[in-house]
């Protein structure tokens, strides 16, 4: 099932008139949505070094497990905009160019000596790093790989260095890492993972192939999740038509351009100008004009109105609680098995995309939660108590906050207990048991399958 992302994304703020992009100083959060502010936080530009609270407990608490779900990195666009020039964007790794990393260098010579590693089917086939000097469409750029550097290197510092989650003996079997079959996920992955376990032994690296962006495996036939998605991109159209301020900036932009309107909106010209704000590369002109921030206004007010109708009508919600149980599913099944005392797969790595991140954070009732930026990380830690050694406990970080008391599981128990973290039973019943709840279902395969009343 080919998904598409139906949370929008925030990525407008360009500058139409001087060509000149000038950079913002994000030092405080504007009180006021700002398109701009939005744009540079969805590209997430590394820059400052990054407070997190990964890794925070009581002293007697004990880390026992780490599962991480991340987008890939800055990217090249997916789609072009028809009649216009391609950004220019170099997506060879060169070290002396910024944004880089310390250990950038050393990642690509030890890329070059992956052929040793175990990786499923066609991922053996595909590049470990970029190394194009114009990006190819949804190819990782420099950008990319450094957030993921920065990513590894962050986790390191927290549950190896402090935590000692992984010793230096570690094995295989203490890693599970999954990704979909495209470059700039395995890449990702490879990047963070460098960082992470710096100079790791290729032959203990066993890379799983992951055919679906929502990771069904096998358990993907779903007829009523596909029902809801089809329900929610209805709701998507029937806001878009309905917006006449909309159809105007379309009809204008495909005007400049020089292409019938609807052939411009299929190009989805916004994913291919976030391109060139996070690069800093001028906007494409043409003979008529140039594409402006007037354009963007309109397009970023009408995402914002979608994104509210959207947690209104809930039919996006419907559809998350279906496409993410198997993966939550596994996720639960693994930390059962850890609390149970099994040392294997205490290190979980998931490389995906947007539209994975998105209905996992919908699922979990995190309604707070931004659009996941390039790089985004969720974090699922499992600690056990070391006075009560039999108890164990969840926390979930997106981003490097903790937002395991805005999941609708713990939102509760939050207000009744003094405990800094959720029972893990809350999660495993909540994965078990009440997310079909809302369906009148008492399993999954029943929720797929039940029409509503």
Same mark, same amino acid.
């Given at each position: 099932v080919h998904l598409i992302p139906v949370n929008p994304i925030r990525e407008d703020g360009l500058n139409p008139k001087s060509r000149k992009r000038i950079m913002p100083d994000l030092l405080t959060e504007p009180p006021a949505i700002d398109p701009v502010y939005e744009a540079h936080i969805y590209c997430n530009i590394p820059t400052i070094a990054e407070r997190s609270m990964e890794g925070h407990a009581p002293h007697y608490f004990k880390l026992v497990s780490v599962q991480v779900l991340i987008r890939h990195g800055d990217r090249y666009p997916l789609y072009a905009i028809p009649k216009t020039k391609r950004p220019d964007i170099d997506c060879m790794l060169v070290p002396s160019r910024k944004p880089s990393h310390p250990q950038l260098e050393a990642f690509m010579k030890h890329m070059s000596k992956g052929s040793a590693t175990q990786m499923d089917g066609s991922l053996s086939s595909l590049p470990r790093y970029p190394s194009h000097s114009l990006c190819e469409m949804g190819e990782l750029t420099q950008t990319g790989?450094?957030?993921?550097?920065?990513n590894g290197q962050l986790l390191r510092e927290i549950y190896i260095n402090k935590h000692k989650l992984l010793l230096s003996d570690w094995t295989a079997k203490q890693l599970y890492l999954e990704t979909t079959g495209?470059?700039? /996920?395995?890449?990702?992955?490879?990047?963070?993972?460098? /960082?992470?376990?710096?100079?790791?032994?290729?032959?203990?690296?066993?890379?799983?192939?992951?055919?679906? /962006?929502?990771?069904?495996?096998?358990?993907?036939? #779903?007829?009523?999740?596909?029902?809801?998605?089809?329900?929610?991109?209805?709701?998507?159209?029937?806001?878009?038509?309905?917006?006449?301020?909309?159809?105007?900036?379309?009809?204008?932009?495909?005007?400049?351009?020089?292409?019938?309107?609807?052939?411009?909106?299929?190009?989805?010209?916004?994913?291919?100008?976030?391109?060139?704000? #996070?690069?800093?590369v001028s906007f494409p002109c043409t003979k008529t004009g140039c594409i402006g921030m007037e354009h963007f206004k309109v397009i970023k007010r009408h995402q914002l109105e979608d994104e509210k109708e959207r947690q209104e009508k809930k039919l996006y919600f419907l559809y998350a609680l279906l496409a993410t149980h198997p993966l939550l599913n596994q996720t639960v099944n693994r930390l059962q098995r850890i609390a149970e005392g099994k040392k294997e797969e205490v290190f979980v790595l998931y490389s995906a995309h947007d539209v994975t991140l998105s209905p996992v954070l919908s699922a979990l009732g995190i309604t707070e939660a931004r659009f996941p930026r390039f790089a985004a990380r969720l974090v699922f830690e499992l600690w056990q108590d070391g006075k009560r050694p039999k108890e164990h406990f969840i926390r979930i970080l997106y981003n490097g906050a903790d937002v395991t008391f805005q999941t609708s599981f713990c939102k509760d128990y939050y207000k009744r207990s003094s405990q800094p973290m959720c029972p893990v039973e809350k999660f495993v019943n909540f994965v078990k048991r009440?997310?079909?709840?809302?369906?009148?279902?008492?399993s999954y395969y029943d929720a797929c399958r039940r029409r509503p009343l």
């Open positions: 790989v450094v957030q993921h550097l920065r495209k470059s700039r /996920t395995l890449q990702s992955a490879l990047a963070l993972l460098y /960082t992470f376990l710096p100079d790791f032994d290729w032959k203990k690296i066993n890379m799983r192939h992951q055919w679906s /962006t929502i990771f069904c495996s096998g358990s993907c036939d #779903c007829p009523m999740r596909n029902h809801y998605l089809e329900e929610e991109q209805r709701r998507q159209y029937s806001l878009r038509v309905k917006n006449s301020d909309l159809e105007k900036i379309y009809v204008d932009m495909a005007k400049i351009v020089g292409i019938p309107t609807r052939q411009l909106r299929a190009s989805n010209p916004i994913d291919s100008l976030l391109c060139y704000f #996070c690069h800093n009440d997310m079909f709840l809302v369906f009148n279902s008492t």
